[in-house]
C-alpha cells in the first residue's frame, strides 16, 4: 500500500471555532467534507491530497492522514498494536521522524511516555525488518507521527504538515500580542469583504490582519512561503507532485493594481515592524501603511464590499480597562462618523468593554484568541437611510451588545 495513491480519513486540526472557516476552505478545493467538529474536519483522501491541503490551507493547524484505528487499553497495547504496521514502506530507514501525541488514558501520566512507545514499536519494526533503524527526536523537521489516544480508543496518523499550518512563516517580529496567522485568515474570511474592496485596519500592530487580507484579496497561498513539510521525508514520495501544485499555486497570484489596504497604528514601531512583517510575506507594496491615531486613518470613499476591521486591546487589567472604555466609546463614534457605507468590524476578547462601542452589532461571531473567548462584532454603517423602525445609528442598550 502507497500511502500516497491510497484514499483513507484525513483529519485537519485548527484552533477551536475556526472550523466553519477551514471547511469552506476545503470545499473551496473541491473536496467533500465527510464531518465538521469543533477544532477540525474530516475527509477522504490520500497523501497526494493532503500535499495540495497543505499548501493551501489558511485556516488549519495539521492534516492527519490515518493508519489505524484500534482499541487499546495500556502502553503494552498500543506497542502491539503499532508494531505490526509497515511503516518501513513509510519511514525511510536511514531517515528521521518524531512522535507527537495527544493522550487521555489513565494508564499514561504523561504523553512523553505514550510517545517513548510509539518509537519503540516503529524502531523495533523497522530493525527487525530492514536491520537498520531510522533516528528520532522532537523536532518535526522529518516525518511526523501522530497519536490521538481517548479513553480505550486509539487512532495513529501520518502528520502530513509537520511544523503548524497556522504560522505562514512571514513573522519575523511578532510585535505586541500578535494575532495568530490562521485566526486573522478566518477573521477576514468570516466578514463581509468582497476581496476587491477597501480594507482598513487601524490598530494594526504587527499588521497580521492587513498582510492576511493582502495575501487573500491576491490568491496568495500559504504554501509560496514553505519549503519543508513533513510529508516530503515519506518513502514513496513523488517531488513531481508537489512541484505540479507548487506550479498551481504560483499562476493563481493576481495583481490587483485598484486594491486598497490601509494599515494604521499609532506606534512607530508597531508600523515598522509590519512593514517588515509585509516585505517577508511580499506584500509591503499592497498595503497604505499610516503612523496616526486610529480616528485619523485617511479613509477611502465607501464602496461596495469594503470593511474596517479593528482588534483593539482587551484590557488585562483593572486599570487598564477603566482607560480602555473610551478607547472603544471613540470606536464606535469613529465607525459612526466616519466609515459610512462600509461594514465594520471589531474583535475584541472584552464583552463588557465591547458595550462602551453603543452601536448594535448584526452579527456576532465566536472565536478563540489563545485562551481568550472572543467575539467579532460585525456593525452595518450605513451612508444613507436605512428603511427600519430604528434611526440608522441608533444607541442600544449597553446589555444588549453581549
Same mark, same amino acid.
Given at each position: 500500500?502507497?500511502?500516497?495513491?491510497? /484514499?483513507?480519513?484525513?483529519?485537519?486540526?485548527?484552533? $477551536?471555532?475556526?472550523? /466553519?472557516?477551514?471547511?469552506?476552505?476545503?470545499i473551496g478545493l473541491g473536496f467533500d467534507v465527510d464531518r465538521v467538529f469543533q477544532t477540525g474536519v474530516e475527509l477522504t483522501g490520500t497523501v497526494?491530497?493532503?500535499?495540495?491541503?497543505?499548501?493551501?490551507?489558511?485556516?488549519?493547524?495539521?492534516v492527519m492522514y490515518s493508519l489505524k484505528t484500534f482499541i487499546c487499553n495500556d502502553p503494552d497495547e498500543l506497542y502491539k498494536n503499532l508494531v505490526t504496521i509497515h511503516w518501513e514502506k513509510m519511514i525511510k530507514p536511514d531517515g528521521y521522524f518524531s512522535v507527537i501525541s495527544n493522550v487521555f488514558n489513565d494508564t499514561i501520566s504523561t @504523553? +512523553? %511516555?505514550?510517545?517513548?512507545?510509539?518509537?519503540?514499536?516503529?524502531v523495533d519494526r523497522m530493525r527487525e525488518v530492514s536491520g537498520k533503524r /531510522?533516528?528520532?527526536?522532537?523536532? +518535526?523537521? !522529518?516525518?511526523?507521527?501522530?497519536? %490521538?489516544?481517548? @479513553?480505550?480508543?486509539?487512532?495513529?496518523?501520518l502528520d502530513t504538515s509537520g511544523d503548524s499550518l497556522a504560522r505562514h512563516g512571514y513573522r519575523k517580529l511578532p510585535g505586541r500580542a500578535p494575532m495568530l496567522e490562521a485566526l486573522? #485568515?478566518?477573521?477576514?474570511?468570516?466578514?463581509?469583504?468582497?476581496? %476587491?474592496?477597501?480594507?482598513?485596519? /487601524? =490598530?494594526?500592530?504587527?499588521?497580521?490582519?492587513?498582510?492576511?487580507?493582502?495575501?487573500?484579496?491576491?490568491?496568495?497561498?500559504? !504554501? +509560496? +512561503?514553505? #519549503?519543508?513539510?513533513?510529508? =516530503?521525508?515519506?518513502?514513496?514520495?513523488?517531488?513531481a507532485v508537489y512541484e505540479k501544485e507548487k506550479t498551481i499555486i504560483e499562476e493563481q497570484v493576481r495583481h490587483l493594481p485598484n486594491l486598497t489596504i490601509i494599515a494604521s497604528d499609532i506606534s512607530r514601531d508597531a508600523i515598522k515592524i509590519a512593514k517588515i512583517n509585509a516585505a517577508v510575506a511580499g506584500v509591503e507594496d499592497l498595503i497604505d501603511f499610516q503612523v496616526c491615531d486610529f480616528e485619523a486613518t485617511e479613509m477611502p470613499e465607501p464602496e461596495q464590499g469594503a470593511v474596517v476591521v479593528i482588534n483593539p486591546e482587551y484590557g488585562e487589567r483593572l486599570g487598564e480597562e477603566l482607560e480602555l472604555e473610551a478607547t472603544y466609546a471613540r470606536m464606535g463614534d469613529y465607525m459612526k @462618523?466616519?466609515?459610512?457605507? =462600509?461594514?465594520?468590524?471589531? %474583535?475584541?476578547?472584552?464583552?463588557?468593554?465591547?458595550?462602551?462601542?453603543?452601536?448594535?452589532? #448584526?452579527r456576532r461571531i465566536e472565536f478563540l484568541n489563545a485562551k481568550i473567548d472572543c467575539r467579532l462584532l460585525e456593525y452595518e454603517l450605513?451612508?444613507?437611510?436605512?428603511?427600519?423602525? $430604528?434611526p440608522k445609528d441608533t444607541l442600544v442598550d449597553p446589555t444588549e451588545v453581549a
Open positions: 500500500m502507497s500511502v500516497f495513491t491510497t /484514499p483513507q480519513k484525513i483529519i485537519i486540526t485548527c484552533n $477551536k471555532w475556526l472550523a /466553519p472557516a477551514l471547511r469552506a476552505e476545503v497526494n491530497d493532503c500535499i495540495r491541503l497543505n499548501l493551501n490551507l489558511r485556516c488549519a493547524s495539521q @504523553n +512523553l %511516555f505514550a510517545n517513548l512507545r510509539v518509537k519503540d514499536a516503529i /531510522p533516528s528520532t527526536g522532537s523536532e +518535526l523537521s !522529518g516525518a511526523v507521527v501522530y497519536l %490521538f489516544w481517548k @479513553n480505550e480508543e486509539a487512532e495513529i496518523f486573522a #485568515s478566518a477573521t477576514i474570511l468570516s466578514t463581509k469583504w468582497n476581496r %476587491f474592496g477597501a480594507f482598513v485596519n /487601524p =490598530m494594526c500592530g504587527s499588521g497580521t490582519l492587513a498582510i492576511e487580507a493582502a495575501l487573500i484579496a491576491t490568491k496568495r497561498a500559504p !504554501g +509560496l +512561503l514553505r #519549503s519543508n513539510y513533513a510529508f =516530503m521525508h515519506l518513502l514513496g514520495y513523488d517531488k @462618523n466616519k466609515c459610512k457605507g =462600509m461594514t465594520g468590524y471589531i %474583535f475584541t476578547g472584552n464583552l463588557e468593554l465591547a458595550k462602551k462601542i453603543r452601536l448594535k452589532p #448584526s450605513y451612508a444613507g437611510t436605512k428603511r427600519t423602525d $430604528k
